[in-house]
């Protein structure tokens, strides 16, 4: 696609854009008037949204369909941006996990984790922060999840991703702190982003119904956070508190029971 970089036109980048808090990061930036990149899979129909909002709030928008668990699609995907549009916020939102026992778990289900959330979070901004560096202000929010604070059972590999999440920006964040760039890190729980999650997380009991969050709402409290510069953006003041209260001898084994009800 090729494209004219005008240098008044600034963009959001989000991944993960199709649905759930992605969705509502695109909802909640236009809004305020922001232009908006949207990357999602193939076949998730990026495309109609990109259209519906872009016609709703009189904003630009243009989309990307890749799968970024392949590492070239990742630096393809980067080239294209780079070379087409001046980004001033990026926002690391696309993610995956879930719940198995780690010895049925497929190769590829692991491998596609850690290359989601790890590996292309870190290249992605990698390669954008020198486009980043442009302007006078930018910003990056890299989402992570209350679980980057406590190991938990039949997800093992999901939460040290997100751990991953959580000490990369915090690091990056004070690396970048003399700079132009501020570095956010959001932390919320379990989100109802379709009935299907919704249900799987209140088998958890008690506690998954107490901390089911609502996607517009931790889209909004986290540009807010973001655009305070706040390095830590905690969106669900309860579970942040039991996690830090327990010790992790009672933690572990709770959380992993609620998962396994879960599964």
């Known amino acids: 696609m090729e494209l004219e970089k005008k240098a008044e036109e600034k963009f959001v980048l989000i991944t993960g854009a199709s649905q759930g808090l992605g969705k509502a990061f695109v909802n909640e930036l236009a ?23 872009a016609l709703k709030y009189g904003v630009k ?13 990742v630096v393809t995907l980067t080239n294209w941006l780079n070379k087409n549009f001046n ?32 590996v292309a ?23 992570s999840s209350m679980a980057a604070f406590s190991p938990i059972g039949y997800k093992t590999v999901y939460p040290a ?8 920006s915090r690091g990056l964040s004070e690396e970048l702190k003399d ?42 409290l986290s ?4 655009f305070k510069n706040n390095s830590v953006i905690i969106v669900n003041p309860l579970s942040y508190a039991i996690l830090k209260i327990l010790p992790i001898w009672i933690r572990l084994p709770l959380m992993t029971n609620a998962i396994k009800r879960e599964i």
């Open 31 to 53: 809004l305020r008037k922001m232009n908006i990149i949207m990357v999602s899979l193939p076949n998730e129909n990026i495309s109609f949204l990109s259209d519906e909002i």
């Open 61 to 73: 928008t243009y989309y990307y369909e890749t799968d970024l668990t392949l590492y070239n699609n």
């Open 87 to 118: 980004i001033d916020i990026l926002i690391n939102n696309a993610g995956v996990g879930g719940s198995k026992k780690f010895i049925e778990a497929d190769v590829n289900y692991i491998n596609s984790i850690i290359q989601l959330n790890v």
């Open 121 to 143: 979070t870190s290249i992605l901004t990698h390669q954008l922060l020198p486009n980043l560096m442009q302007h006078k202000q930018s910003y990056i929010l890299n989402v």
């Open 161 to 168: 991703s997100k751990s991953f999440i959580y000490s990369f």
């Open 179 to 220: 700079s132009n760039v501020s570095v956010s890190v959001v932390n919320p729980g379990a989100m109802k982003t379709n009935n299907e999650v919704k249900a799987r997380i209140e088998k958890q009991g008690i506690l998954g119904k107490l901390t089911l969050l609502d996607p517009k709402r931790v889209a909004k």
């Open 223 to 226: 540009l807010q956070q973001l």
